[in-house]
């Protein structure tokens, strides 16, 4: 009997452990975001800069190409494929033109960015693209080598037969026997330019009346 008890007791002390608490439901993971979509302005802007680098080649002729890469090595004086403030102002001292620093600045900042070869046609076809008038472009060329209205002969000569689509000295002489020039061989740069952009019915006036 008190054996029984005993147990009875032993049971009684026994006490069940409490469950173990469960772990924590993970935290539900946050929904996606919405993937964004390039607004309307970036989208062209992105489309315009790959069409740009894509296409500004194809604006231009190989022949154009060629004779504009030959003009961008000469600039290129430090041979870092960057024309740079320094490569301008050597250019010009080149050909005897000395240009305020101010101008070489604006030159400089026409560019978006770092004048490589890319951006050098990049600009150049912006240029035509903006209607830019075949005369005013000639008429601006030989303005850069115009000294009180007047151009030294030998320097336009050295620059014609160096740059671009270059002339051979004979080609130059042709040319010069119709430029008007004073006695110290200096081109006079009015009637230069007057006679660069003359229309073709003037043209042919001043040939009747040289007839």
């Known amino acids: 009997m008190a054996d029984k008890e005993k147990k009875k007791k032993k049971k009684e002390k026994v006490v069940e452990a409490p469950p173990a608490e ?32 894509s296409n500004i080649f ?89 000294e009180e209205g007047v151009i030294d002969s030998e320097r336009l000569r050295h620059a014609l037969m160096t740059w671009g689509d270059k002339f051979s000295g004979a080609e130059v002489d042709t040319a010069y026997e119709q430029f008007e020039m004073d006695n110290q061989g200096r081109i006079n740069t009015t009637k230069l330019i007057e006679l660069l952009v003359a229309s073709p019915n003037q043209e042919e006036e001043g040939a009747e009346a040289a007839a």
Do not use: H
């Not at 996606?32 to 790959?50: D, F, I, L, N, V």
């Open 22 to 53: 469960a772990a924590p439901a993970p935290a539900p993971a946050p929904a996606p975001e919405p993937e964004k979509k390039p607004s309307q302005a970036s989208r062209g802007s992105t489309k315009q800069a790959k069409r740009t680098g």
């Open 58 to 146: 194809s604006m231009f002729s190989q022949r154009q190409v060629q004779e504009f890469k030959e003009g961008f090595q000469l600039m290129d004086r430090d041979k870092d494929g960057i024309i740079n403030k320094n490569d301008l102002r050597a250019t010009f001292d080149e050909i005897g033109r000395i240009v305020p620093e101010k101008e070489l600045d604006e030159m400089i900042n026409e560019a978006p960015g770092p004048i490589n070869f890319t951006m050098l046609l990049t600009m150049f076809a912006e240029r035509m693209s903006g209607g830019t008038d075949e005369d005013d472009v000639v008429v601006n060329a030989f303005k850069s080598f115009d």
